[in-house]
Each structure stands twice: as structure tokens, then as C-alpha cells.
């Protein structure tokens, strides 16, 4: 992350595997100097966005208006926004003679917090993921619907050239790390020509491959017992990441502990099927700033993150 975030970074990190940054600033890595909330915009427009956003090396291929609605998380509806779609670096491989880019897709809220998200995807990537920016598992909210302006990526490759497109050199620096430097500076111009001003903040996420990312330094650490990979297992998987960081970076409150739940039966992000029968299916828990561990407090109900506490 050092290419992105200049000299500080922090980072949550799931399992090792869901990870969350946040950039700016000149401090010495793991601090966190007290930074002023981000100030939102309104977009200005979006039917006209393609002739307006210009950058090197890129093509803008759409730009299109979805309404309240239009996108849900966990049932919940995400406010009115739009999409823009494009790539970056088209090219025929001397290699492999396959052709590659760098595919994207942008969602700008019309009501914009003044915050950016990049949402880094997992596994070998390969596909434009929706840029809603969820996080945990059976998510019902999202970096999108929080009012940030979310950019999605492939990291420089199609489906169809998983896991071949490792042959070709420049795949393989898009894949492991430069993708993310390409696309940076073009989603924050983009943000700066939709709402006439540039975003005050970024965060960065993703589980993964994209948790990968956002782990090369991280001032703290939040486990997630029982969980599998990215989500499910036995586990109170269904948590919010992101609102604790901005608090951190923006309010200067950093986070002992972050609520977790139990996706059981009608869970409106899904039920898990991991989840044990003895549990409730509501039951939650604290997830602790490693190293500390959620205790039992002695007494209170085991079904409740109040009976616990990060020790």
C-alpha cells in the first residue's frame, strides 16, 4: 500500500483475510494524526459523464443513472447513483497475443459523503465485480450505500484467461499490485470532474487476494474465530468494518472491539448454514483488537456481545 497511501497506512484485518485501510497523510506508519471528517457533494450529473472524464490511457465506455432501488444489499435499497464503466491500458500481449486491459466499473452516489472506496476483489480476480463495496459475510450494508463513491476492478485480465494470464509478463504486475496504482489517480480524477471537488479521504478493502492488498502494514488486527476464508463457518460473521475505520481516521476513535452477529434463520443478509443449532440465531459477539480475546464476563447471557469482554 505504500504506493497509495504515501507514508501511513492502517489497516483492519478479518481472519487474514478481510482487510481495511485508509491513506493520506506523512506520519510514521501505524499512526493516526487526527484528521477533519471528509465533506460530501452533490453530482453534478450523470447521463453526460462520458464526455466530460478524460484520462491517459483510458476509454470510457458508459456512464448510466440507477435509480433508488435499483441495486440492493441484504435487502436493504442503496440510494440513487451512477455507473461509469470503462478500461485502462488496452493492449495486445507480444507474449501471448492475447488481448488484455485493465476493466472497471465506478459507482458514484448522488448524494456522495466525500470519501472513496476501492474495493479490492479476490481469488485471481478476472471479472468486474459490482462496486458496492460489502464487506462479511451476508452483508446488509455497504460502502455504497454509506455514501462513498466505489470503484471495482479486474486487475488487468478476463475470465477467460484465468490462470493462463500469468504468462504474459505486464498480467502479472497488474494482478500482484500495479492495476491498483493505474486505477487510483483515474477514479479520484473521475470523482473530481463528477462532483467539482476531490474525495478527502480513501479507504481501501477487500477479502482475499484483495485483503493481500491492504496487508503490507496494519496497525490493527481483528479475528474473526470460526470463520472460513471470507465468510460462513461458525462464526458471527456478519459485521461492519468500515464505519469503525472512518470514526478512527476521521473522529479519532480507535476501536477496541466491533460488534459481530450470528447470520441465522431470516437473517436479512442470509442464513448461514454453519451456524450451530444450540446457537441463537441472533447471537452476537465482539470482535477484539488482536491480541485481545472475547471473555466471558461471569454472567449475562452467552448469546449476547454484552457478556463478553475483549481481554
Partial sequence: M?????????AFAVAAAWTLAACGGDDAPGTLPQLGAATGASLVSCSDLTTKLTFANTTFTAASAVAAGGLKVGGNAIPSHCVVTGKMFDRVSTVDGKSYAIGFEMRLPDTWNGRFFYQANGGTDGSVSTANGTFGGGPVTSALAQGFAVLSSD???NAAQNPTFGIDPQARLDYGYQAVGKLTPMAKSVIQIAYGKAADR????GCSNGGRHTMVTFARLFLVPGMTHCSAGPATDQFDMLTPIVNWVEKGQA???VLASARGASNPGGASADIPASWSPTRTRPLCSYPKVATYNGSGSIELAGSFSCK
Avoid at 480513501?202 to 478493502?205: A, L, W
Fill in 2 to 10: 505504500s504506493h497509495l497511501c504515501s507514508s501511513r497506512t492502517i
Fill in 202 to 205: 480513501s479507504y481501501f478493502g
Fill in 155 to 157: 486487475a488487468g485480465h
Fill in 255 to 257: 476501536p477496541d472491539s
